[in-house]
């Protein structure tokens, strides 16, 4: 091929000799080029403001139903101004890893409160959610043990036991049935069942009683992942085990800080000594940088407005019964969801697509979810309120919402 030819079709000359290797693959990747060309790519969009119940993006205000902030506590003035004094007292990073020379004092406050607060003798805080599953989950299974995980468990918790040396096996979404079918079948005496709290795409809840009593009687430990669990489930917001009165049964409390908690990061909760065998095994903890000053100050502010607020739960729950029932009201699919994670189903990769593209045109801000990141026949929106919408909103959301339903023919 000439090399006026590869300039023809907008390649350039060094492309010719990678067709068929690695460098290939990604000039044959082309499903977002294609999307976006018809303006149906829904993903990296731009935001220009805080995150809270209205953003702006493209110079346009939207109605947010697609943040994580459930408590809506990444703007709240309280969080900001801790967060300017850590950087004012330890500056903008640690320049190492916990392990060596990374560990402030305001980590470990941080890490004894978030162990007060889930109900745990200690605590690890990871730079990233992402970072806690992976280092918690490779840091303890070794090549005699089995994690069994829910299906529809987090792309973290899946890579954790793919990084691991131990056996990976699965149990249908929600099945205890299957649960205790996988467990009858496992012979290894290292067990571990890993599970989110509150499922991310599906919004339902694990069923912890019958995980605990199955744990108990096959002698696996239990871990619980609580990234969307952490605010909203709880008397006092510290996720699925006060949920269901059973902290004290979960062996590993995983969270993030991302959602409810208006930062970034996660953390493991756990006994004493197993944060010690993670503290010198979790390699993604090791060998990456700490969590920087201000995201821990910012944990510790959500942690106290919280404690300071409960209100906020009560409206967030109020503010998911009225727009989930306001949805089931026009005969819209929210499959499982009892929590502020409402799936819209669609069921059709290119009508989620378009459904998207409607409600982005007339000012909604949400989620367009397709395989692989649910199954296939899965797709849907993936809508989230938070304690911050007015009714007002939320009402104005649902009018919109089936105008463009009926536009696809989705209702």
């Not at 930062?263 to 090791?286: N, Q, T």
Request: charged share 20%; aromatic share 6%; glycine share 10%.
């Amino acid at each position: 091929m000439s090399e006026q030819h590869v300039a023809a079709r907008g390649a350039s000359p060094q492309d010719d000799g990678h067709q068929n290797g690695l460098i290939g693959k990604c000039l044959r990747f082309t499903r977002a080029e294609e999307l976006r060309r018809c303006g149906l790519y829904p993903y990296f969009r731009c935001i220009d403001s805080a995150q809270d119940t209205e953003v702006i993006v493209g110079g346009h205000p939207m109605l947010m139903l697609g943040s994580n902030s459930y408590l809506g506590l990444t703007n709240h003035p309280r969080i900001k101004e801790r967060v300017i004094e850590a950087v004012r007292k330890y500056g903008s990073g640690c320049a190492g890893s916990r392990f060596l020379n990374g560990t402030l004092r305001i980590h470990i406050e941080l890490e004894e409160a978030l162990a007060r607060f889930v109900g745990k003798e200690a605590a690890l805080a990871f730079s990233t959610g992402f970072q806690a599953n992976l280092g918690a989950i490779a840091g303890l299974l070794g090549k005699d043990d089995v994690v069994i995980i829910d299906k529809t468990d987090h792309a973290s918790i899946i890579d954790g036991c793919r990084l691991s040396y131990g056996e990976m096996l699965r149990y249908r979404h929600n099945d205890v049935a299957d649960l205790e079918r996988v467990l009858e079948d496992c012979q290894i005496s290292g067990k571990l069942i890993v599970f989110d709290g509150v499922f991310s795409m599906e919004g339902d809840i694990a069923p912890l009683p019958d995980i605990v009593r199955l744990a108990e009687k096959y002698d696996a430990a239990v871990m619980s992942d609580d990234a969307h669990a952490l605010g909203v489930l709880g008397a006092t917001g510290a996720g699925t085990g006060e949920h269901f009165g059973l902290a004290d049964r979960i062996d590993l409390i995983m969270g993030t800080f991302s959602k409810s908690l208006a930062s970034v990061g996660g953390f493991i909760a756990a006994r004493r000594e197993v944060i010690d065998y993670l503290m010198h095994h979790a390699r993604s903890l090791i060998f990456s940088a700490s969590l920087s000053p201000a995201n821990a100050a910012a944990v510790l502010g959500a942690l106290d407005v919280m404690r300071d607020e409960p209100e906020r739960r009560q409206h967030l729950w109020d503010n998911a019964e009225f727009f989930r029932t306001g949805l089931k009201s026009m005969g819209l699919d929210t499959a499982g969801s009892v929590t502020p994670i409402i799936p819209l189903m669609v069921r059709d990769n290119m009508k989620t697509f378009q459904l998207w593209r409607a409600l982005n045109d007339a000012g909604l801000f949400v989620n367009a979810v397709v395989p692989p990141a649910v199954q296939p026949s899965q797709s849907l929106l993936r809508l989230s309120v938070m304690a911050t919408h007015t009714r007002a909103q939320l009402a104005r959301a649902l009018e919109v919402i089936e105008k463009a339903c009926r536009g696809v023919g989705l209702i």
